[in-house]
């Protein structure tokens, strides 16, 4: 158990639902960040947040909104989905100090499923 | 940008064979490595990370990595692999004077067979 708990685990949805990923972490972090993880690509960074701030959105769709309310929870909320964003979508946080960033601790995961 | 390759995309040994997995980055700058492994059905985990100090790092399960700055390489290494290391393994690295991201590379798969 790393601290980061991620809800659901799996998600299977249609193109034309609306669902939300939820990530919280009891760690006392500061800095929550969404990856999305496909088959044989890279880890791809999403969104991140400092201090519940949004300080990175590596040019995702915006069929993905991001929500942070509190430094320990993160939203990912999905509508309008296309096949091709079925993927392991990671929550991670860690503790920024100053200009540097901390270790990145991960949740397991929501594997989704788009149909 | 920053960018880290992992030059292998599947590696399948014996048990007790020797492992050492390929990492190389590029950044101009000071960075920081980070090590990590996913094991079959469980989340990403930190087996090991340099700062700095000491270039060979020691990490969990008997891993270690040595960060070779004029090569730009962090390669990680374990004398005898066991079957229960089977997992993918991830490069990532960041720089340490700014603000920026973590960058992974694409994993490297490790099949260890009895």
């Given amino acids: ?115 | 940008a920053q960018s880290v390759s992992q030059h292998n995309h599947h590696v399948i040994l014996s048990e007790a064979a020797s492992l050492e997995l390929g990492c190389n980055y590029s950044y101009g700058g000071t960075v920081n490595l980070f090590w990590y492994v996913q094991y079959p059905g469980q989340h990403l985990q930190l087996l090991l990370k340099y700062f700095s100090g000491d270039p060979l790092v020691k990490g969990i399960k008997g891993f270690e990595a040595e960060f070779i700055k004029s090569k730009f390489s962090f390669n990680l290494r374990k004398p005898s692999v066991q079957w229960s290391d089977t997992a993918e393994y991830f490069c990532a690295v960041t720089s340490n004077s700014g603000n920026t991201p973590l960058v992974f590379g694409k994993g490297t798969r490790l099949s260890v067979i009895a």
Avoid: I
């Fill in chain 1, 1 to 115: 158990e790393t601290g980061v708990t991620q809800t659901p685990r799996h998600l299977v949805m249609g193109m034309t639902n609306k669902k939300s990923l939820k990530c919280e972490q009891h760690l006392g972090h500061n800095a929550m960040y969404w990856y999305k993880q496909s088959a044989k690509k890279p880890l791809e960074l999403m969104f991140v947040y400092n201090f519940k701030e949004q300080t990175e959105n590596n040019s995702v769709p915006s069929r993905f909104s991001p929500e942070c309310p509190n430094s320990s929870h993160l939203f990912l909320h999905l509508h309008t989905l296309q096949p091709e964003d079925s993927a392991l979508y990671l929550c991670a946080s860690s503790q920024v100090s100053g200009l540097a960033e901390g270790t990145q601790y991960f949740g397991p995961g929501t594997r989704l499923l788009v149909l």
